[in-house]
């Protein structure tokens, strides 16, 4: 192994936890420094992890032992702070969604090539074994010819949990922003890229409630539809029917099922790395066992393809298409007319079946 990529993180908030622990236990990766508009919680965030340099953005952007710039802020500022990376020359690395427009991702990934840096976003949680297992069904042909999906994600929303939910219901997040990265990229994944949507969707509620920390019994505003469904036609003519919602109380519907002419899977929550995958078979539904995907993985793998020099698995085309497909759904809801996909991208390559410590 060569020498590992520093990280510097930008955005100290309730996810970095995970990305932390991701990045102490792999030896390609280090974290160097930590930023935020807020730097007590910056401060407190590393804590626990010895010899991470606690600055603010500028000196962060500024640090040469910084090789990547892992981008944890809110949907809202994605842009403005992988811009600043960039400018930076720095490659850069961000939470999904890539930013909070297509316009703005265009900006990025421009601005990117002309500095001739690197763009990675999430999720990568679809780089572990329940997507990659999937993934690795269908290319066996074990379901034949893959003709349709469906995709569910229905929870009553956020702010029953999240101390600062208020990112979730403005422009840049809403169920579908928020949650359809996970499932469109795995479809993504599963089917390939997306040519055309229909969809509609609705709101129900023009305030949400903070549920917990110091905010607790604040209202917020929603400016955001809050029930999103729509039909994905992917290029390969498979159709994946989509419902993302923060307004439903529950649901047993499968997270993700793909239908083939031979046969049908169930595919895990893509919003884990591991899960059960199913499939069907003459005596009823049989579990696949692990064939793929990193095993053990935590939020912060898709970094890994930076330490290998590798063409990034979870890069920014993809995040761009996924962007594009989602902005595109809420438009077609908001027209009623179908709307052509103008971006594409490549199927990831897909992750054999191996540890993600090295
Ligand atoms: N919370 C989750 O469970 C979760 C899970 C997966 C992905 N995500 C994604 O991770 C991202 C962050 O979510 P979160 O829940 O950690 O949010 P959060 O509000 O808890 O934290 C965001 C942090 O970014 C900082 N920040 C905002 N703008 C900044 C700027 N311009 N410069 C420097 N710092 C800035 C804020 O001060 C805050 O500390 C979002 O894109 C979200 O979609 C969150």
């Not at 604040?218 to 989509?242: K, N, Q, R, Y």
């Given at each position: 192994?060569?020498?590992p990529?520093?990280?510097g993180?930008v955005?100290?908030?309730a996810i970095?936890?995970?990305?932390f622990?991701?990045i102490?236990?792999l030896?390609q990766?280090?974290?160097?420094a930590v930023?935020?508009?807020d730097l007590?919680?910056?401060?407190?965030a590393?804590?626990?992890?010895?010899g991470?340099?606690v600055?603010s953005?500028?000196?962060?952007?500024?640090?040469?032992?910084?090789d990547?710039?892992l981008?944890?802020?809110?949907?809202?500022?994605h842009?403005?702070?992988?811009?600043?990376?960039?400018?930076?020359?720095?490659?850069?690395?961000?939470?999904k969604?890539?930013a909070?427009?297509?316009?703005d991702?265009?900006?990025?990934?421009e601005a990117?090539?002309?500095a001739?840096?690197?763009v990675?976003?999430?999720?990568?949680?679809?780089?572990?074994t329940?997507?990659?297992?999937?993934?690795?069904?269908?290319d066996?042909g074990l379901i034949?010819?893959p003709?349709?999906?469906?995709?569910?994600?229905?929870?009553p929303?956020h702010?029953?949990?999240?101390p600062?939910?208020?990112?979730?219901?403005v422009?840049g997040g809403?169920?579908?922003?928020d949650m359809?990265?996970?499932?469109?990229t795995?479809l993504v994944?599963?089917?390939?890229?997306v040519?055309?949507?229909?969809?509609?969707?609705?709101r129900?509620r023009a305030?949400?409630?903070?549920g917990?920390?110091?905010?607790q019994?604040?209202?917020?505003?929603?400016?955001?539809?809050t029930?999103?469904?729509g039909v994905?036609?992917h290029?390969?003519?498979a159709l994946?029917?989509?419902?993302?919602?923060?307004?439903?109380?529950?649901?047993?519907?499968?997270?993700?099922e793909?239908h083939?002419?031979q046969?049908?899977?169930?595919?895990?929550?893509p919003?884990?790395f591991d899960?059960?995958?199913l499939?069907?078979?003459?005596?009823g539904?049989?579990?696949?066992?692990?064939?793929?995907?990193?095993?053990?993985?935590?939020?912060?793998?898709?970094?890994?393809d930076?330490?290998?020099?590798?063409e990034?698995?979870?890069?920014g085309s993809?995040a761009?298409?996924?962007l594009?497909?989602?902005?595109?759904?809420?438009?077609?809801?908001?027209?009623g007319?179908?709307?052509?996909?103008t971006s594409t991208?490549?199927r990831p390559?897909?992750?054999?079946?191996?540890?993600?410590?090295?």
């Amino acid at each position: 192994m060569g020498q590992p990529v520093n990280v510097g993180v930008v955005g100290c908030g309730a996810i970095s936890a995970q990305y932390f622990q991701t990045i102490d236990r792999l030896p390609q990766l280090r974290l160097v420094a930590v930023a935020d508009l807020d730097l007590d919680r910056a401060r407190e965030a590393v804590r626990p992890y010895e010899g991470v340099d606690v600055l603010s953005v500028a000196e962060l952007l500024a640090d040469p032992r910084v090789d990547v710039v892992l981008n944890l802020t809110i949907p809202a500022a994605h842009a403005e702070v992988a811009l600043q990376a960039i400018a930076a020359g720095k490659d850069v690395y961000g939470e999904k969604p890539l930013a909070a427009t297509a316009a703005d991702a265009t900006r990025v990934l421009e601005a990117a090539a002309a500095a001739q840096v690197r763009v990675g976003c999430a999720p990568d949680t679809v780089l572990g074994t329940g997507t990659q297992t999937a993934r690795k069904a269908i290319d066996d042909g074990l379901i034949g010819r893959p003709i349709a999906a469906t995709a569910t994600m229905m929870t009553p929303g956020h702010e029953r949990w999240h101390p600062n939910p208020d990112f979730y219901y403005v422009p840049g997040g809403g169920p579908l922003l928020d949650m359809g990265p996970y499932y469109i990229t795995s479809l993504v994944t599963l089917l390939g890229p997306v040519a055309r949507v229909i969809g509609a969707a609705s709101r129900t509620r023009a305030k949400r409630t903070i549920g917990s920390g110091p905010r607790q019994g604040e209202e917020i505003p929603v400016t955001v539809d809050t029930h999103v469904t729509g039909v994905l036609v992917h290029a390969s003519g498979a159709l994946s029917t989509l419902v993302m919602s923060f307004d439903g109380a529950a649901t047993k519907a499968p997270n993700i099922e793909v239908h083939g002419e031979q046969g049908s899977l169930v595919v895990p929550d893509p919003n884990r790395f591991d899960g059960q995958v199913l499939i069907s078979g003459k005596d009823g539904w049989q579990e696949l066992p692990e064939s793929a995907g990193y095993v053990g993985a935590g939020r912060g793998v898709g970094l890994l393809d930076f330490a290998a020099d590798q063409e990034l698995r979870a890069g920014g085309s993809l995040a761009f298409h996924v962007l594009d497909v989602m902005e595109s759904l809420l438009a077609a809801a908001d027209s009623g007319t179908a709307v052509t996909i103008t971006s594409t991208c490549e199927r990831p390559r897909p992750v054999a079946l191996h540890s993600s410590v090295s």
